[in-house]
C-alpha cells in the first residue's frame, strides 16, 4: 500500500480520511497572501529603517490616520483594536500588514513607564522578525543567558537559556516601554480615548468611546472588536465571561535601580535569591550596564503603611530606602535608593478567560490570559495571541473558511493558555521547594513551552495546517458537494465526478 506525507508531517496511508488535493488547493490561496504580505513588510521595513526617507514614512502614517477616522465616521471598520500594550500594538502591525481596515484606542495618554516585563523569548523573536522589528529590538535589548537560584545566599541551581546564532534566535530583556514604542512607530494610536460600552450583532460590532479628557462621545462600528485591554478587562466584564484562577493574597513590588555593589552579578544573567520567605528577582535591563528590574514580595502591613490606594508612595524617599533595604536584606546587592524608577505594585496571579471568541468580540492577552512571573510567559503568549488571531481575521474573506476558522482560534489559544498556566504554576513551585534544601550547583537547559507555530519559518502555512487538521471533514464535505453538482449537471455518475478528487478520499468517512 502506498505511502504518503500527511499535513501534520507524519507517514499515512492511502487509506487515511486526508485529502491532499484539498490540502494543496488551500495551500494556494493562502501562498499567495504570503508573498503579499512579505512584500509589504519588506518595503514597509526600508521605509522604517532608512532615515531619509522617515518624514515621508511619517507623513503616509499621518495621511492613514486621518483616512481612518472619516472612514470611522462614515463607514465600516474591519477591526477595533481596544489597549495599545504590547498584544494591541502588534494585532495593529499585523492588521496593517494584511491590509486591514483597522483603529487602535487607549485610553492612556502617553507610553506607561511604569516597569512591567522584561523578558522576550526567542520564538517570540522570530514572530517579530516576520514584521521587520528585529534590528530596532536587537538595538534596544540584551541577552539574557541563564537564571541562578539562590537560597539563604547558597546557589541551589543555575538555568540556562540556550541562544541561537542569529539576533532573531535569542532570548532576550528590553524593557515593555521600549518595545511598545517601537511597535508604535508603525501604526498610528488613538489615545486618550476609553471604550465605555458596545453591542454586536450578527454583521458588526457598535462601539461607544469616550475622550477622557473632554468627555466627549464617538461611535465606531467595526466587523470585529479585539480586546486587548488587560487583567481588568473592561470587555471581558461586559461580556460576562469568567476569569477563574488564583490571585496570591500577599503584594508585590517591581521597579527599576542602578546597582552599585554587584561585584558576582552578570549583565547577561538573571538571579532569584530566596531568604526567610521572601523572595527577590533580579533582572538585567539595557541600560549602561549597571541597571536592573527588581521583582519581590512585601508584607501587607508594610504596603498599607507606605503606599496610598492609586499606588503611589506616600513619603517616595522613605519607601525608596526601604525598598532598597529589602534589597540588601535579601541578596548581597547594593543598590541607589535615588536611582528607583518605575515604582508599581501588583497581585500575582494566574487566570484564564472560558473562552477567548463570543461571536465578534475576541479577547487576547491578559484580557484573556495571566500567569505566575515564573517563566516569563505573559507577554510572549500575548503576541502569538496576536499572530494566531490576525491571519484568521484576514483569511475571513476567503469564503472557504469564515466562522470555522475563526472558532479554531479559540480552542486552540485556550489550550495553549491551559497548558502555560501549568507549566508556570510547577515553575512557581519548584522554585519554592528549593527553599532550604542544601546547595547543589545543579545546571539545567531551560525547557519552555510554545505553539508549534513560533518555531517554523513559515507561520503562516504551518500554523494553517495544524489548525486545518479540525475543519478538514467539514471542507472536504464541501468539495464532494460542489463536484456531485457539477458532474450531475454534465450527466456524469456523482460516485465518479467524487473519485475526481483524489484516490485517498474515502467518502464514507465523511458522511
Given at each position: 500500500?502506498?505511502?504518503?506525507?500527511?499535513?501534520?508531517?507524519?507517514?499515512?496511508?492511502?487509506?487515511?480520511?486526508?485529502?491532499?488535493?484539498?490540502?494543496?488547493?488551500?495551500?494556494?490561496?493562502?501562498?499567495?497572501?504570503?508573498?503579499?504580505?512579505?512584500?509589504?513588510?519588506?518595503?514597509?521595513?526600508?521605509?522604517?529603517?532608512?532615515?531619509?526617507?522617515?518624514?515621508?514614512?511619517?507623513?503616509?502614517?499621518?495621511?492613514?490616520?486621518?483616512?481612518?477616522?472619516?472612514?470611522?465616521?462614515?463607514?465600516?471598520?474591519?477591526?477595533?483594536?481596544?489597549?495599545?500594550?504590547?498584544?494591541?500594538?502588534?494585532?495593529?502591525?499585523?492588521?496593517?500588514?494584511?491590509?486591514?481596515?483597522?483603529?487602535?484606542?487607549?485610553?492612556?495618554?502617553?507610553?506607561?513607564?511604569?516597569?512591567?516585563?522584561?523578558?522576550?523569548?526567542?520564538?517570540?523573536?522570530?514572530?517579530?522578525?516576520?514584521?521587520?522589528?528585529?534590528?530596532?529590538?536587537?538595538?534596544?535589548s540584551i541577552e539574557l543567558n541563564a537564571n541562578s537560584i539562590y537560597s539563604e545566599g547558597q546557589l541551589l541551581k543555575k538555568t540556562v537559556f540556550p541562544q541561537g546564532a542569529t539576533n532573531n534566535d535569542k532570548n532576550i530583556c528590553i524593557r515593555q516601554q521600549?518595545?511598545?514604542?517601537?511597535?508604535?512607530?508603525?501604526?498610528?494610536?488613538?489615545?486618550?480615548?476609553?471604550?465605555?460600552?458596545?453591542?454586536?450583532?450578527?454583521?458588526?460590532?457598535?462601539?461607544?468611546?469616550?475622550?477622557?479628557?473632554?468627555?466627549?462621545?464617538?461611535?465606531?462600528?467595526?466587523?470585529?472588536?479585539?480586546?486587548?485591554?488587560?487583567?481588568?478587562s473592561m470587555v471581558r466584564k461586559e461580556l460576562g465571561i469568567s476569569f477563574d484562577g488564583e490571585t496570591t493574597i500577599g503584594w508585590s513590588f517591581c521597579f527599576d535601580a542602578k546597582a552599585t555593589s554587584h561585584s558576582e552579578m552578570n549583565h547577561s544573567e538573571?538571579?532569584?535569591?530566596?531568604?526567610?520567605?521572601?523572595?527577590?528577582?533580579?533582572?538585567?535591563?539595557?541600560?549602561?550596564?549597571?541597571?536592573?528590574?527588581?521583582?519581590?514580595?512585601?508584607?501587607?502591613?508594610?504596603?498599607?503603611?507606605?503606599?496610598?490606594?492609586?499606588?503611589?508612595?506616600?513619603?517616595?524617599?522613605?519607601?525608596?530606602?526601604?525598598?532598597?533595604?529589602?534589597?540588601?536584606?535579601?541578596?548581597?546587592?547594593?543598590?541607589?535608593?535615588?536611582?528607583?524608577?518605575?515604582?508599581?505594585?501588583?497581585?500575582?496571579?494566574?487566570?484564564?478567560?472560558?473562552?477567548?471568541?463570543?461571536?465578534?468580540?475576541?479577547?487576547?492577552?491578559?484580557?484573556?490570559?495571566?500567569?505566575?512571573?515564573?517563566?516569563?510567559?505573559?507577554?510572549?503568549?500575548?503576541?502569538?495571541?496576536?499572530?494566531?488571531?490576525?491571519?484568521?481575521?484576514?483569511?475571513?474573506?476567503?469564503?472557504?473558511?469564515?466562522?470555522?476558522?475563526?472558532?479554531?482560534?479559540?480552542?486552540?489559544?485556550?489550550?495553549?493558555?491551559?497548558?502555560?498556566?501549568?507549566?508556570?504554576?510547577?515553575?512557581?513551585?519548584?522554585?519554592?521547594?528549593?527553599?532550604?534544601?542544601?546547595?547543589?550547583?545543579?545546571?539545567?537547559?531551560?525547557?519552555?513551552?510554545?505553539?508549534?507555530?513560533?518555531?517554523?519559518?513559515?507561520?503562516?502555512?504551518?500554523?494553517?495546517?495544524?489548525?486545518?487538521?479540525?475543519?478538514?471533514?467539514?471542507?472536504?464535505?464541501?468539495?464532494?458537494?460542489?463536484?456531485?453538482?457539477?458532474?450531475?449537471?454534465?450527466?456524469?455518475?456523482?460516485?465518479?465526478?467524487?473519485?475526481?478528487?483524489?484516490?485517498?478520499?474515502?467518502?464514507?468517512?465523511?458522511?
Open positions: 500500500m502506498a505511502s504518503r506525507q500527511n499535513i501534520d508531517g507524519k507517514v499515512g496511508t492511502s487509506e487515511s480520511p486526508i485529502n491532499n488535493g484539498l490540502f494543496e488547493d488551500v495551500h494556494d490561496i493562502f501562498q499567495q497572501e504570503i508573498d503579499i504580505c512579505l512584500l509589504s513588510l519588506k518595503e514597509q521595513g526600508s521605509k522604517r529603517n532608512n532615515a531619509d526617507d522617515r518624514d515621508t514614512y511619517q507623513a503616509e502614517l499621518n495621511n492613514e490616520t486621518n483616512q481612518v477616522n472619516e472612514a470611522s465616521e462614515h463607514g465600516l471598520l474591519t477591526v477595533l483594536v481596544v489597549g495599545a500594550g504590547p498584544a494591541g500594538l502588534c494585532m495593529a502591525n499585523l492588521l496593517k500588514t494584511y491590509n486591514q481596515h483597522f483603529h487602535v484606542i487607549d485610553a492612556k495618554t502617553d507610553f506607561d513607564n511604569r516597569s512591567k516585563a522584561t523578558g522576550v523569548h526567542r520564538n517570540t523573536l522570530k514572530l517579530f522578525d516576520k514584521l521587520d522589528f528585529i534590528e530596532a529590538i536587537t538595538q534596544e521600549s518595545l511598545e514604542r517601537i511597535l508604535a512607530d508603525n501604526v498610528s494610536i488613538d489615545r486618550g480615548k476609553r471604550l465605555i460600552a458596545f453591542q454586536q450583532n450578527d454583521t458588526h460590532v457598535t462601539a461607544t468611546v469616550e475622550e477622557t479628557s473632554t468627555k466627549k462621545r464617538q461611535e465606531f462600528q467595526a466587523q470585529y472588536l479585539i480586546a486587548c485591554d488587560g487583567a481588568t538573571m538571579t532569584m535569591h530566596m531568604n526567610n520567605g521572601y523572595r527577590l528577582v533580579v533582572v538585567p535591563i539595557p541600560i549602561n550596564g549597571d541597571s536592573y528590574r527588581f521583582y519581590g514580595n512585601i508584607t501587607k502591613q508594610w504596603h498599607d503603611d507606605h503606599i496610598n490606594q492609586d499606588g503611589t508612595p506616600k513619603n517616595p524617599s522613605k519607601a525608596h530606602e526601604h525598598l532598597a533595604s529589602f534589597v540588601l536584606e535579601r541578596s548581597p546587592i547594593v543598590i541607589d535608593s535615588n536611582s528607583i524608577t518605575g515604582l508599581s505594585f501588583y497581585h500575582t496571579a494566574s487566570r484564564i478567560a472560558s473562552k477567548m471568541r463570543d461571536k465578534r468580540v475576541f479577547l487576547i492577552g491578559d484580557a484573556a490570559h495571566i500567569f505566575f512571573p515564573a517563566g516569563g510567559y505573559g507577554l510572549n503568549t500575548a503576541i502569538e495571541d496576536a499572530f494566531a488571531l490576525a491571519w484568521r481575521l484576514a483569511m475571513t474573506k476567503t469564503s472557504l473558511f469564515k466562522d470555522a476558522l475563526l472558532q479554531t482560534f479559540n480552542e486552540e489559544r485556550l489550550k495553549n493558555a491551559q497548558q502555560i498556566k501549568d507549566d508556570s504554576t510547577q515553575k512557581k513551585k519548584d522554585a519554592a521547594s528549593l527553599q532550604g534544601q542544601p546547595s547543589a550547583s545543579e545546571t539545567e537547559n531551560e525547557t519552555q513551552i510554545y505553539k508549534k507555530s513560533a518555531r517554523l519559518e513559515n507561520i503562516l502555512p504551518i500554523d494553517i495546517c495544524e489548525s486545518i487538521k479540525s475543519n478538514t471533514r467539514s471542507l472536504a464535505q464541501d468539495r464532494i458537494r460542489i463536484s456531485r453538482s457539477a458532474v450531475q449537471e454534465e450527466g456524469i455518475s456523482a460516485e465518479t465526478g467524487a473519485n475526481d478528487l483524489g484516490s485517498d478520499v474515502d467518502q464514507n468517512d465523511w458522511f
